[in-house]
């Protein structure tokens, strides 16, 4: 899944989280950390592929060896602090990531390709791609074509919901 369809995901997770329990939008702080749950596994393995360092781009941070400790040590110390909804929006967006990288390989029958899931104990092989989903009145649709849908479904529910998250970002550039 693109980077950018994640933070899609992880907003919808956490507003399907919000409405279930609060009943309302998410807040402006909680909708960053889940933000930030659900870029972190693509802000730690995709420069080191990018700089030829490693052969794949899901390593350390799509590991739910590593994910889960992170998942849990950002929940404690958001408990520890008060702010529970910000450790909860945190794993939230993490485990969004991590779930929705799962289901193309499912589909595709790649089932090699989930070794990023437990690396290094087990081996990730070479990402194959773009995965066919079917031919619709002759037209090959991929699952980029899903993630288009995903990505625009993220930002216009954002965008209904006030786009909470954008003013901490606008206090923090004004200072």
């Known amino acids: 899944m693109q980077p950018v369809v994640h933070l ?4 919808l997770c956490w507003a399907g989280y919000t409405r279930a329990t609060r009943g309302g939008a ?3 702080e909680a909708t960053l950390a889940a933000l930030a749950g659900a870029a972190l596994p693509d802000l730690l393995d995709k420069p080191p592929w990018l700089a030829g360092v490693v052969d794949v781009g899901r390593t350390l941070g799509h590991s739910l060896l590593f994910a889960i ?4 040590g950002v929940w404690w110390l958001a408990r520890a602090r008060g702010r529970t909804a910000l450790g909860i929006a945190f794993a939230v967006g ?10 193309w390989h499912v589909v595709s029958g790649d089932l090699e390709e989930l070794g990023f899931l437990l690396w290094p104990v087990t081996p990730m092989p070479a990402y194959s791609g773009t995965k066919p ?3 619709v009145a002759g037209l090959e649709i991929t699952t980029l ?3 288009a849908v995903i990505l625009v479904a993220g930002v216009a529910l954002w965008w209904a919901d006030g786009r909470p998250g954008i003013e901490p970002i606008r206090r923090a550039i004004r200072r």
């Open 69 to 72: 400790p992170v998942v849990l």
């Open 94 to 103: 993490s485990l969004s990531h991590l779930a929705t990288d799962v289901p």
């Open 26 to 28: 998410p807040t402006e």
């Open 133 to 135: 989903l079917g031919t």
């Open 145 to 147: 074509w899903l993630e």
């Open 8 to 11: 899609a995901v992880g907003y």
